[in-house]
């Protein structure tokens, strides 16, 4: 079992930066593969970004290519989003997941842990 807890959204003006962050608790995290989704009011969840247990694959959206980041940092049992030049369509409210299995190319609706989410809002 693993309890994940986003935190680190926020207001931010358009060209502005935040980074999330998603403790979790419980046994394992470490084999873990980790994933960073979003959620617009009226649109489904998306995929922004996923990581491999020891970091070797990253993988990021297109529309968050060259501004977002994914890490993690195991030894914390934290997963880490950098969002940096933020655009007003990046306003969301952001989940991270953790599933035993590669999450790239799965459904959404399969993935074993979700955390409650953390509102990001991006003004211009």
């Known amino acids: 079992q693993v309890q994940l807890v986003e935190s680190g959204g926020g207001s931010v003006q358009a060209g502005g930066s935040l980074r999330l962050s998603c403790a979790a608790s419980?046994?394992?995290?470490?084999?873990?593969?980790m994933g960073w989704f979003r959620q617009a009011p009226g649109n489904e969840r998306e995929g922004v970004a996923t990581i491999s247990p020891r970091s070797i694959i990253t993988r990021v959206t297109d529309s968050v290519k060259g501004r977002f980041t994914i890490s993690r940092d195991n030894a914390k049992n934290t997963l880490y989003l950098q969002m940096n030049l933020m655009k007003p369509e990046d306003s969301a409210l952001y989940y991270c997941?953790?599933?035993?299995?590669?999450?790239?190319?799965?459904?959404?609706?399969?993935?074993?842990?979700w955390g409650q989410g953390t509102q990001v809002t991006v003004s211009s």
């Open positions: 997941a953790a599933d035993p299995r590669p999450i790239t190319g799965r459904r959404i609706a399969d993935l074993k842990y």
């Open positions: 419980g046994y394992g995290f470490s084999d873990y593969y």
